[in-house]
T-cell receptor, first 111, second 113 residues
Framework: GDSVTQMEGPVTLSEEAFLTINCTYT??????LFWYVQYPGEGLQLLLK?????DKGSNKGFEATYRKETTSFHLEKGSVQVSDSAVYFC??????????FGAGTTVTVRA | GAGVSQSPSNKVTEKGKDVELRCDPI?????LYWYRQSLGQGLEFLIY????????KSGLPSDRFSAERTGGSVSTLTIQRTQQEDSAVYLC???????????FGQGTRLTVV
């Protein structure tokens, strides 16, 4: 079945550092890929998405590129801020509709 | 409403009691999901509704768990004879169609004592 594997945390960074969270997936077809974020005390919200190979999703300075050849969708941000502290979830959805999530990566950014 | 609404936001119940959790999806969204997030854990899929199709119940952890969706809109997740291991945040999400991005509610934090 479909599955998502993402980098285990927690990840602790200093402000302005570069952030990468690795995500790889297993799917039988051509899924849509997502990154969701959960800020402290808030609900899950979509950060970015990509629906086909080589698409790049971007939002709030974060980027992720759909790499079919490596079945990956790594999340990157060039300069993190304290406000980026959150739990990040990689997810996929295939034509069979179900959203499958990774385990989540907790990111803490120190001032 | 503007977003997915869940109620109650918090629920404390005694072991062995039944609980009902409610989800109001975004108007017009045909797909509705229930997930569970236990302390320090990821998101565990529970059940999925799509339009009038039979729901995908493959994620329900035991027969104590059930869910229904009336009129293609509001959904209720019922947990019978609650156990302490049922303590978690129960999240509801909806999307306009299969494969589309999901919008999540704030969740119901269930504590079984």
């Amino acid at each position: 079945g479909d599955s998502v594997t993402q980098m285990e945390g927690p990840v602790t960074l200093s402000e302005e550092a570069f952030l990468t969270i690795n995500c790889t997936y297993t799917a039988t077809g051509y899924p849509s890929l997502f990154w969701y974020v959960q800020y402290p005390g808030e609900g899950l919200q979509l950060l970015l998405k990509a629906t086909k190979a080589d698409d790049k999703g971007s939002n709030k300075g974060f980027e992720a590129t759909y790499r079919k050849e490596t079945t990956s969708f790594h999340l990157e941000k060039g300069s993190v801020q304290v406000s980026d502290s959150a739990v990040y979830f990689c997810a996929l959805s295939e034509s069979d509709y179900k959203l499958s999530f990774g385990a989540g990566t907790t990111v803490t950014v120190r001032a | 409403g503007a977003g997915v609404s869940q109620s109650p936001s918090n629920k404390v119940t005694e072991k062995g009691k039944d609980v009902e959790l409610r989800c109001d999806p975004i108007s017009g969204h045909t797909a509705l999901y229930w997930y569970r997030q236990s302390l320090g854990q990821g998101l565990e899929f529970l059940i999925y509704f799509q339009g009038n199709s039979a729901p995908d119940k493959s994620g329900l952890p035991s027969d104590r768990f059930s869910a229904e969706r009336t009129g293609g809109s509001v959904s209720t997740l019922t947990i019978q004879r609650t156990q302490q291991e049922d303590s978690a945040v129960y999240l509801c999400a909806s999307s306009w169609d299969r494969g589309a991005e999901a919008f999540f509610g704030q969740g119901t934090r269930l504590t079984v004592v």
